[in-house]
């Protein structure tokens, strides 16, 4: 379970968030540019720093300004999918996909039958050899979701992540990002700007505006007009 | 008198229309051309201010003056002097320069300005008063000399001299370039490196280093080339002495003063050097990762 209650003063508002997501739920959330969503995630996943408050992951800690506890990126656990996916293109698809094995210098027969495994589950196995940067927009996106489930993430943080695919390709990943997500069973993060995606949470200038589902959330748009 | 029905109204405008429109034309094309020939002649006037001079190099030194002057001694000195202090200033320059360059575009803190600008004040610099500079901080009287000298050690005058006259005006050209090339780099790769488990250090090895390496080399090479042609500061700071300080732009202003063949078969050797040199940083420079 993935608990946080923290603030932070951004440039034109401060982030101000409570939020609970429980093992194997996904939390989408859905704001306007700078509203703090993608912040949100950088906080989570150790890339910036709140102000105040504490995160906590199962119980553990990963920030907590009170006990002084900020866990370094690399040692929260944490699956993260950026909006441009961020792959190494200097490495081959499965070098990308290995890299965070190899980081934790687990044996290199280990490495090869993990990584052969979410490969072909991801459908990426005939390509393994190709440079990052040459695949297309769905391949990448598969690349980056299975580089970041094969370190068994304890949570799941997922920026965009159909963005950068054109429209057909959307629909077609959405479905099976959704497969993936439920097959992994831990809690997620989603931001998003679609709202056919289910939405269960909004947040506006740094604060949970509402939560509920997508119907809802576009009637509340409208209310504001 | 000739009287026109409307229509032939009509179509005399559309005459005259058209022969508005292809005078017009014809004008624009003129217009192009001679801007195409302006051009043209500024470049080949270019082209050949530059090559003249090269030209004049080659025209003047037969082949088998070259490789009797390869055979000369002050010859032999000048080159193994340059290319061993080139080759230990480059080497010097690449890793304090990396960090530095690193920090520089990744980081803010306070006087990253002023620092910045110190960094690249001996682009600017004239040559002649960066050799004052040194003498005035490491010679035996120096700032720092003083101290130094006081333990027996002296630094004007010596090898060392012209290795650290060579590091103070070549590393700039090293750090521009890295500093720019780090930048370059997505700062989301790093994320990722570290949220994947990375610690800084393997981040930087094996996602930033790879990817920068490149414009790395071939701020390397345009270091190594700026320390081969080092002239002004090294006379000054190190003197000119045959294999202790003469390097091969020294060499070159000796061998003037004496036997001129000399001098334009030193001068062949380094624009050949340099030449290769640029093809080199155009090669290097052509390869860049796409982004993902």
Known sequence: ?225 | MVLFGEGGLTELANQENETIGIAVASRSRLREIALKAGLGLLLALAMAFIALPVLALFLRSPLPSIAEALHDPVVIDALRLSLMTSSITTLIVVIMGTPIAYVSARFSYPGKELADSLIDLPVIMPPAVAGIALLMAFGRMGLAGHYVSSFGISIAFTTLAVILAQVFVSSPFYIRQARTSFEDVDIALENAARTLGASRTRTFFYVILPIAMNGLLSGAIMAFARSLGEFGATIMFAGNFQGRTQTMPLAIYTAMQGDLDVALCISIILVAFSFAVIVLVKVLTRRVYKRC
């Open chain 1, 1 to 225: 379970m993935l608990e946080i209650d923290i603030e932070k003063s951004l440039r034109d508002f401060d982030l101000q968030l409570r939020l609970d997501v429980n093992q194997g739920q996904t939390l989408m959330l859905v704001g306007d540019n700078g509203c703090g969503k993608t912040t949100l995630l950088n906080l989570i996943a150790g890339l910036d720093r709140p102000d105040r408050g504490r995160i906590a992951l199962d119980g553990r800690p990963l920030f907590d300004s009170d006990l002084g506890i900020d866990l370094p990126p690399e040692a929260r656990g944490i699956g993260y999918v950026f909006q441009s996916y961020a792959l190494f293109p200097h490495m081959s698809v499965y070098d990308n996909v290995a890299f965070g094995l190899r980081a934790r210098k687990m044996p290199e027969e280990d490495i090869d039958r993990r990584v052969k495994k979410h490969l072909k589950e991801a459908g990426l196995w005939e390509i393994r050899r190709a440079k990052a940067a040459d695949v297309s927009g769905g391949q990448k996106q598969r690349v980056a979701l299975a580089r970041a489930l094969i370190i068994e993430p304890k949570l799941l943080l997922l920026d965009e992540p159909l963005c950068a695919l054109d429209v057909r390709r959307q629909a077609a990943m959405r479905s099976e990002l959704r497969e993936t997500i439920r097959a992994c069973g831990v809690p997620c993060i989603i931001v998003t700007h679609d709202l056919r995606d289910v939405v269960s949470c909004l947040l506006e200038r740094g604060r949970v505006a509402m939560r509920g589902r997508a119907e809802d959330v576009a009637v509340w748009g409208g209310d504001q007009e």
